[in-house]
């Protein structure tokens, strides 16, 4: 029995490799593979760390602000973090502009910035520093309502009126790109705005009484 051959293989100590193999040892093998994993972390942040050289970094603390709203320079020290939603109505007290879904798919929040409509909710105050925020502050008051408003009133387009001021600044962006509306064109303008009440029908009434006025934007 001695002399049968053992078709085992001798055993190897970790680490070691066989003289009859070539290449090499499991452990240099996870010694080399763990470097060639690194290499491109340290790339990336090497790249981050050149953007940093030309991105201004923020924060996490607060920092001025200042926005150009309604025609006026509102200054205030904010987390970068901060919406503008967030903004206009916490620090500057213009509550117009309402919080429904908070994820910039109702509309309610809606404001004009250089004239173009957008969710305040999901913008950065910090972002939008330097350009002309209007909100439906701007528009109207009771006793002097703005032509939109007045026709939303006349048509009872408002209901419980959170998505209203939403409603009314998208209708503003929507007649100065289109004066004289058809109703397609009024639902596909104001598409991006919800009303849980349903009062759709009300609303376009009112979009085409601001439009036949010639005062709607």
């Given at each position: 029995m001695d002399d049968?051959?053992?078709?085992?293989?001798?055993?190897?100590?970790?680490?070691?490799?066989?003289?009859?193999t070539k290449g090499v040892s499991r452990r240099d093998f996870l010694k080399i593979s763990g470097v060639t994993a690194a290499v491109p972390l340290v790339a990336q942040a090497s790249a981050l760390a050149a953007a940093e050289d030309k991105v201004a970094v923020h924060g996490p603390g607060k920092v001025p602000v200042t926005l150009l709203v309604n025609g006026k320079k509102m200054n205030a020290q904010l987390e970068p973090?901060?919406?503008?939603?967030?903004?206009?109505?916490?620090e500057f007290e213009l509550t117009g502009s309402k919080r429904v879904c908070d994820r910039g798919t109702c509309g309610a929040c809606t404001v004009l910035i250089d004239n173009k409509t957008v969710y305040a909710c999901s913008l950065l105050a910090i972002d939008v520093q330097g350009r002309e925020i209007t909100t439906i502050e701007s528009l109207g008051e009771p006793g002097h309502l703005h032509p939109i408003q007045q026709a939303f009133?006349?048509?009872?387009?408002?209901?419980?009126g959170f998505c209203t001021p939403g409603f009314v600044m998208a209708t503003k962006a929507f007649l100065e790109q289109h004066p004289n509306p058809t109703q397609e064109q009024i639902k596909t303008g104001l598409g991006g705005n919800f009303?849980?009440?349903?009062?759709?029908?009300?609303?376009r009434l009112a979009v085409m009484q601001a439009a036949k006025s010639g005062k709607g934007a």
């Open positions: 049968l051959p053992d078709k085992k293989k001798p055993h190897q100590p970790e680490g070691s490799s066989s003289p009859t973090r901060v919406t503008l939603l967030d903004a206009l109505r916490d009133v006349d048509h009872d387009a408002q209901q419980c009303c849980r009440c349903g009062t759709y029908a009300g609303m």
